[in-house]
């Protein structure tokens, strides 16, 4: 679907680095203005980091550089020269920001400092799949230090809030926000938390992740400030990561159904789409319509494209089903006699006609109840694919039916590893991010006593 | 004044990589924004190709990789395996996106296509210098291809034009739009057409280039359509980069002044910014009317800064001047007392009285104002360095009086290098691209038959 909406050429000659075409470049830059807004409506300022970083700086965390060496492009050559030490594409940016807040933070008044960057990061990954997993991808990094620790964990929050601005209040995408087991976290992080929605083949795809860093980076990098008593401290560290490339895969996957993509009205690169159904005696009244039309809607600030191509009705109307655009308006003989026009819905398939003075004001309409209609199908999808399981057995047959579940857990990444084995890859995805440790019943699948109520399910 | 005004960080550890710090990066991305209205506005597609090209793609076009190989960074390495092939990272683009124009070009309806991305890119230059030479540097870059030759000649045209409205209509750059001479257009192209401008060091700085690859191209990467004779031809195409990067050189260098950045309206990160001045007992009433005129500035779309940091106003106005915010609104007592507000204009640093209720239509003409002043003294400036000369004598003297010249040339190469060898590097720049050829008397450097008026000077 990737490839016939347009979004994508994948014939580029290298693993793992597509081609983002004009449909899919506006809808990555809608999101990243989204998650920008939001970002900088809470406090965050743009950076841009250098794409390269050199093995010393990536060296000092020995936990994050374990988990990211075997991903790290290196650069050794240039001209004809080989260089005298290896530079590192940015496989993610904190070694390269972190270098730097220790020059730049020096007393309580640099802080908290909120920095983000939206650029592409590259990782050698082995199996490659677009806007899913690549060698080259889409995302925004913010990087924030704190005076305390309890501003730090705030910032977690906030880091969900700004993911669900986006993802569900604009992009109608539900998903769980969840504290991943300990063996599950960033290389590097005390915790990591993370936000999974649900594809329709029934696998979790995380589409962003904050890291509590806690004061490890500012301790190798030497991260202090003078607090108001005059005491030297580190400082609490946290990055959030927005996966814009997952978004995208999200977007397609959830609201798209057999005609092709579904795009909520905010993020559709044209919103309504006019064609215009003639023979040729009537051109010029049916043109003269959707001149009209084209020009009213432009001027309310839509994203309108009157469709002039030399094709049938029919074949444009397949065309922009396939691109996912929210509204269709037809203009033909009838509509101009009758004094309105037909109004085709993406979402619902539906059409109903609109008097030519009620176009904008079902405009309006149209624009909430599509974001409406498709939160509600999306929901109603994502709760009908979690079960609460308590026996092995309800377990065994919950993960037959490809569901996400929620279940007593042990804790233990033995139990995990375990389940995945013998669960078709089910993987413990972590626990709701208020949820307390406590007695919860026995572990559904080891029997144990249960000290957490996780989710599990199979991943990308 | 680029650490100065807290632009950038040169301390980063690998030589011509800087960071951009938050003041760039919101000028830079107002930039990217205004040249990607104009692009779109006329007929581009925003795309994003991958940051590496396979050598193979790269070795296709003999001048274009003679050209750039010296300059390219190789990846050799991913994880603890050696790459199979190098890959280069983009130092531009053209061979990546050929590769897939031949795949998307078929017929005569593909075209015109005309896409763009915003990208860094990356060159391996001896001596770097931050927003003017660059291993990492930010551009856009535009290919077009078209049908027919004359739809590539009136590209540069619109190419021409598009850099006019973004750099000399709103960003109040002046520049001369120029034809380079054959030995130095770019590697791989039929003619280079390039914008230059003067830096207050007398030296010029190309800040946009379009290339008439004529269908050089074409034929290595087979991009062919079939017209609608149902003949195949190959495609004529162009590429444009505006230099975004030397577009921040130029705007912090000829708008810039002793205290620091003078940005214009459009661009600044910050419009106005409101300075509270007061004693502890009128605090109240002071940063009430404060907030009042940040909330309607706000409302009225401004972006405005009301600065309460714990510093004192004089601080702050410096502190603002060096960061070039245009309008600077001081409250006092005095001013609520009396109705008014004073602004002071970071352009011509004077101060003015403006009631209350005529502060708004007052920021509008302002607005315009200081556009119509940065542009007169720009072009007074530009003008004053350009003169033309006829003989020998002339031209000696205003090389030594650091202008730019305008002189009968005879067109070879030979008497080019032998002008650079002994005027203090003086090279010859191109023609104005309606420029013609003909009889212009005598080469004022080698006494040949002049066949070119030409720009010359010293350049960076």
């Known amino acids: 679907m990737l490839t016939k909406a347009d979004l994508v050429d994948i014939r580029y000659g290298v693993q793992g680095f597509i081609v983002h075409k004009p449909w899919a470049m506006k809808i990555i830059k809608q999101i990243y203005r989204m998650f920008e807004e939001e970002l900088e409506k809470t406090g965050h300022e743009p950076v841009l980091f250098p794409l390269v970083i050199p093995e010393e700086y990536f060296e000092k965390e020995k936990e994050h550089v374990e988990g990211f060496k075997p991903e790290v492009f290196w650069i050794t ?30 007393s309580w008044k640099e802080l908290p ?23 080259e991808f889409l995302w925004i990094e913010a990087h924030c230090a704190f005076a305390t620790r309890d501003e730090a964990l705030k910032q977690i929050r906030e880091d969900m809030e700004n993911t669900r601005r986006v993802v569900w209040d604009r992009l109608a995408i539900p998903f769980l926000f969840l504290k991943r087991p300990p063996w599950d976290k960033f290389a590097g992080a005390e915790d990591t938390y993370a936000a999974d929605t649900i594809l329709p083949d029934d696998r979790v795809l995380q589409i962003s992740s904050t890291h509590d860093l806690g004061q490890r980076f500012a301790k190798v990098f030497n991260i202090t400030f003078v607090d108001k008593e005059g005491n030297r401290n580190y400082v609490w560290q946290t990055c959030y990561g927005p996966g814009v490339w997952r978004i995208v895969a999200a977007l397609v996957s959830i609201h798209g159904d057999d005609k092709g993509l579904v795009l909520p009205f905010e993020v559709a690169p044209i919103q309504a789409v006019i064609i215009p159904i003639y023979y040729s005696e009537e051109a010029k009244s049916v043109l003269e319509k959707c001149e009209m039309i084209e020009g009213i809607l432009k001027r309310s600030g839509y994203r309108v494209f009157l469709d002039l191509r030399e094709r049938t009705p029919g074949w444009k109307f397949n065309d922009w089903e396939l691109r996912g655009v929210p509204i269709r308006i037809e203009v033909g003989k009838k509509e101009i006699e009758g ?22 004001t079902m405009l309006e309409k149209l624009k909430d109840d599509i974001l409406l209609t498709l939160k509600k199908r999306a929901e109603e999808y994502f709760n009908s694919r979690i079960v609460k399981v308590q026996t092995r057995e309800e377990l065994i047959r919950a993960v037959k039916d490809g569901k996400i579940v929620f279940m007593p857990f042990c804790g233990s990444e033995e139990c995990a590893e375990d389940m995945k084995v013998n669960l078709e890859g089910l993987r413990v995805r972590g626990t709701d991010i208020f949820h307390e440790e406590g007695d919860y019943g ?9 000290r957490f109520m996780v989710y599990a399910a199979r991943a990308y």
């Not at 590192?88 to 807040?101: C, I, N, Q």
């Open 77 to 106: 050559e240039a001209g004809d020269e080989k260089l005298e030490r290896r530079l590192a594409l940015r496989p993610t940016s904190e070694t390269a920001f972190y270098s730097l807040y220790a020059l730049w933070i020096q």
């Open 113 to 135: 400092l909120k920095l983000y960057q939206s650029v592409a990061v590259y990782r050698y990954e082995k199996a490659t799949r677009p806007f899913i997993r690549g060698r």
């Open 339 to 360: 004094g309105y026009v037909v109004i085709f819905r993406r979402d619902t398939k539906s059409r109903i006609k609109v008097k030519d003075d009620e176009l904008l």
């Open 442 to 450: 026995l572990c559904t699948w080891c029997g144990k006593t249960a």
